[in-house]
């Protein structure tokens, strides 16, 4: 018997916008976030005054300070703002993972799109996604060497993943014979995405970093004006939109913050902070335009 999946976790509502996402995304979101604050908050009480960190390589923003925000050496988080509000992107991350897992526990939406269809890759940008919080805060609280390399190794992995998305879009499956299925693509796409989060952090201090993020978003942009002239599915252009809206705001505050023009050193409203916010903004935008996905017509893969 072919059984479809009902839920709406993977439908669109008409405003465009997930319709009616489970209650338990939102619990395993906001719960996982709820014990993460705890855990540092706790932490950071029992470490205040302690440098833990000083037996570790440091970094060069150490004593040069790249950013406004003022260096608390002997805490635990040495920069606080910055520290802590890289748990934004854990939050998209921890909804990542969870709308995987949905989408893998009830099978694919009627006409969902790639995404809906293939978990292992919501599964594999969420877990990206917490990498990059938890690596940047890592960074932002030590002020180390080891940490300047997560940190950057662990900036590009969303993005290497929505690349890897979009060629699964493209080529979700390899025909071996004119008479097969043929066979997925998405895991060797995930184990390329693994092998590129090693090389990154390995070669981190010998790549040109923006030339790498450049790369990875023009790629992206290269996509999403591919999708404009196909026909194979539908996309909510507001979301790519609001992407990329996020994306240039955020530059401009890291920017701003970079030239000492956006706050003082002891407010929380750090430019920093802020490009944190508006990046893990973007990402959570750029997820859900290929979630939203609409394919026409709808996929026999959809069944289970």
Request: hydrophobic share 45%; net charge positive; with cysteine.
């Amino acid at each position: 018997m072919t059984e479809k999946n009902t839920d709406t976790a993977g439908s669109l509502a008409p405003s465009g916008l997930p319709a009616n996402v489970p209650c338990g995304v939102h619990r395993f979101a906001w719960g996982g976030l709820l014990l993460l604050v705890l855990l540092v908050a706790g932490l950071s009480q029992i470490y205040r005054g302690k440098d833990i960190w000083s037996g570790w390589a440091e970094s060069r923003e150490l004593r040069h300070h790249a950013y406004a925000e003022r260096i608390y050496v002997e805490d635990l988080l040495r920069t606080r703002a910055n520290s802590w509000s890289n748990l934004a992107y854990v939050v998209v991350g921890l909804y990542a993972l969870a709308m995987g897992w949905q989408d893998r526990r009830l099978g694919p939406a009627p006409n969902g799109g790639y995404l809906v269809r293939t978990p292992g890759m919501s599964l594999l940008f969420g877990a990206c996604c917490c990498y990059l919080g938890l690596g940047s805060g890592f960074y932002h609280a030590s002020l180390t060497r080891v940490g300047q390399q997560v940190d950057v190794a662990a900036m590009f992995m969303p993005l290497v993943v929505l690349c890897a998305i979009n060629l699964g879009r493209w080529v979700p499956r390899l025909k071996l014979s004119r008479s097969g299925q043929g066979i997925c693509t998405w895991p060797f796409l995930t184990a390329l995405s693994l092998v590129s989060a090693i090389l990154l952090f390995r070669y981190k201090w010998s790549i040109r970093t923006g030339v790498v993020m450049n790369t990875l978003i023009l790629t992206l942009t290269a996509f999403a004006l591919l999708d404009l002239v196909q026909r194979r599915w539908k996309l909510p252009a507001p979301l790519i939109l609001l992407s990329g809206a996020a994306l240039v705001s955020a530059r401009l505050c890291w920017q701003w913050d970079i030239d000492g023009k956006f706050s003082g050193p002891d407010t929380w409203f750090q430019g920093h902070s802020v490009w944190h916010l508006l990046t893990a903004l973007s990402l959570a935008g750029m997820y859900f335009y290929y979630r939203l996905e609409v394919s026409h017509p709808a996929p026999e893969s959809a069944r289970v």
